[in-house]
């Protein structure tokens, strides 16, 4: 792992902070292992993407996260990803996918228009 990497996760985990009444052990392990190959294998296969915006899927994070339906992935460096619940319509999704992009700040996911992207 490298230092930016190592320094972007402490980022990441700061404030975290589990959600009242909900035990992270209700994620079935094998689930999410399945989970983590897909990512995996989608950033093989797109060498150079650093973001993945994908469907949420069932058992991936507990409930009381909220109603999201998408998760952003964004791949630190190979080994290394982080993953954040987003709520957001199918249209919203397309929209902020085709005009613009993600970037990390503060340890979290910002989108920002392909107009302010230098």
């Not at 052990?25 to 990512?39: A, C, F, G, R, S």
């Not at 619940?85 to 996918?97: F, H, K, L, Q």
């Not at 993600?102 to 107009?115: N, Y």
Request: proline share 7%.
């Amino acid at each position: 792992m490298t230092k930016r990497t190592e320094k972007i996760l402490r980022e990441a985990v700061k404030g975290l902070e589990a959600v009242p009444g909900e035990d992270l052990k209700t994620i079935d392990i094998h689930e999410l292992d399945n989970i983590t190959v897909d990512d995996r294998n989608w950033f093989a296969a797109h060498p150079g993407e650093d973001w993945r915006v994908r469907p949420l899927l069932e058992g991936e994070v507990p409930e009381g996260y909220g109603k999201a339906r998408w998760i952003v992935v964004h791949q630190l460096e190979p080994g290394y990803r982080l993953r954040f619940p987003w709520d957001a319509s199918d249209e919203e999704v397309r929209w902020r996918i085709d005009n613009g992009s993600f970037v990390l700040k503060g340890g979290r996911p910002i989108w920002v228009p392909t107009s302010h992207i230098v």
